[in-house]
């Protein structure tokens, strides 16, 4: 399955921005990770194959929103009360569906959006 993000961009402090991810086909549970610079990466967004169940990391409880559209085959990431330590290439991904609880073991991935975030 081939994904493809989009909406990335460069916001101010406590900024939005809404994140897309088409997949070419359909994926059961999927998920985004971030990437920075000289970090590890990072999985911040879980969502299982019918969009019941969602999973965050402490990181962006609160103020990131996974969502999906089985119908279009697209995920997506609300990012509110951006801060500059949410800058990063985001990706989204596929994810092992663990019944419950998430485990940040992606699979394929696409070549990702950045998101900057300035103070």
């Known amino acids: 399955v081939r994904l493809v993000e989009s909406g990335g961009g460069s916001v101010q402090s406590g900024g939005s921005l809404r994140l897309s991810c088409a997949a070419s086909g359909y994926i059961y549970c999927m998920g985004w990770f971030r990437q920075a610079p000289g970090k590890e990466r990072e999985g911040v967004a879980g969502i299982s194959t019918g969009g019941g169940s969602t999973y965050y990391a402490d990181s962006v409880k609160g103020r990131f929103t996974i969502s999906r559209d089985n119908n279009k085959n697209t995920l997506y990431l609300q990012l509110n009360n951006l801060k500059p330590e949410d800058t990063a290439m985001y990706y989204c991904?596929?994810?092992?569906?663990?019944?419950?609880?998430?485990?940040?073991?992606?699979?394929?991935w696409g070549q990702g959006t950045q998101v900057t975030v300035s103070s």
């Open positions: 991904g596929t994810l092992p569906c663990r019944g419950g609880r998430v485990t940040w073991e992606f699979g394929s």
